[in-house]
């Protein structure tokens, strides 16, 4: 072996015992844990139910920060950039990386993060704004059929799992809306309650913190947080949709300190406070690990990616 090629072994053997050794004192300081929505919204939530859990498990602080714009994508971006050793991590739900990627030119694809694990996976819900002109299903429809763009919709930004819900329904209608975008579910259910907006979609927890009513689902059967909504197939629009999401990291962050937050993720999300938080805000826990989380995502991206092609 020649000096060169020694040293460069060297050197590979050193970078490689330095790694085993940072990680196995991972955690020993706290943890960011971006947040790509404002405070308030289903994402923001999750992250603070399982916040206590997750901090626990690494005997370590957990610090949420919350960074929302652009439909989930400035959190996101920002949570991709980082450093990968573990001390920035991201509750982050499949929008923005299983659609936005498809509808904007981003520094991110679904291939570009490290999948932790699963958390949440809650069902879609169709929901009246305060002051509505109808009252149910069949007066929306009819509302929406009445004229172009009467119906003033919200959604937590442009190109959003409920945007995509809410535009396929509209289309399958045969209906259009006045689409209003924010930044994220917090403020629209704001204005949803202040009658700014009539309709929106959105998870079973921030219409049921709000009390307004659910009046159809985008799901299979019938959900335990609004029993009394039908599912959308059950009214003739059989169109499904769910908003789950995890922990992710960026891209090249070890495998011991990925196993490492994999394992606290599954003690904190299969815990019996998380579960009972979760549910309390009618949200669905349920732990994915990182191989399994990151093939969902990455399976939903292609079906989001024809899906968007054929919205226009």
Known sequence: MTAGRCALALAAAFALAAGAAFAQTYPDRPITMIVPYPPGGNT?????????????????PIVIANKGGAAGTVGT????RSRADGYTIAM?????????PHLRKLPYAAEDLRYICLVYDNPQVLV??????????????????SGSEKLVFGTPGQGSTQHLLI????????????HVPFTGAGPMAQAALGGQIMVFVESPTIPTNAGLPG?????????????????LAELGTPIEGASHGGIVAPKDLPDAIAATLERACERGVTSASFRTAAERLAAVPRFLPGA????RFLAESEVNKGTIASLG
């Open 167 to 178: 535009a396929a329904l509209l289309r399958a209608l045969g209906a259009t809306g006045l």
């Open 215 to 231: 009046v159809g689902v985008f799901a299979k059967e019938r959900i335990e947080a609004y029993p009394r909504a039908p599912t």
């Open 292 to 295: 399994a989380f990151r093939a």
């Open 128 to 145: 009246l704004g305060r002051g509505a002109p109808f009252g149910d299903y069949a007066g929306m429809v009819a509302f929406a059929r």
């Open 44 to 60: 923001d939530l999750m992250a603070r139910a399982l916040q206590p859990e997750l901090s626990a498990a690494l005997g370590q």
């Open 92 to 100: 982050v739900p499949n929008n923005p990386v299983t659609a936005q």
């Open 77 to 80: 971006i920002e949570l991709a």
